[in-house]
């Protein structure tokens, strides 16, 4: 069963992608910048708040889809060259201590949209499938 988490932005529309994707036990969440309502972003020039935003995004559509922070497995970073990798990754760590997902921090030339200086991806790996079932392999109790 396949089920989605969407933001309501036109752009997911206009790009056909949804804000996280569930399939089983697995939930991935696309690329989540510190937007507005209005597709603005968030906190100017400030990559620990735009982060800190992200992060809060994502996991709320990963809770959205059943899962949990300490369901996270992945998570990758994608930050503007020139942004404060520092701040962003303790704005990770404060989301993700003790969790400690597998995680890629980038940078890259630019960003979608227009002064976001952070990205955030997760990935997820959550206990049961929807509506409770065990996937194939899990161990008896």
């Not at 970073?77 to 760590?93: E, M, N, P």
């Amino acid at each position: 069963m396949r089920r989605h988490a969407r933001t309501g932005g036109g752009f997911e529309d206009v790009a056909a992608y949804s804000r996280a994707v569930r399939v089983g036990r697995r939930i991935v969440t696309s690329a989540t910048a510190a937007l507005g309502e209005d597709g603005v972003a968030l906190h100017p020039g400030d990559a620990y708040a735009q982060s800190r935003a992200a992060i809060a995004t994502a996991l709320a559509a990963v809770a959205e889809l059943g899962g949990a922070p300490s369901d996270v497995t992945r998570s990758r970073v994608y930050l503007t060259a020139g942004a404060d990798w520092r701040a962003a990754i303790r704005a990770h760590q404060e989301a993700f201590v003790g969790i400690n997902p597998a995680n890629t921090t980038v940078y890259v030339h630019a960003l979608l949209p227009a002064g976001a200086l952070v990205e955030i991806e997760l990935e997820a790996e959550v206990e049961s499938e929807p509506g409770g079932a065990r996937a194939q392999g899990d161990a008896d109790a």
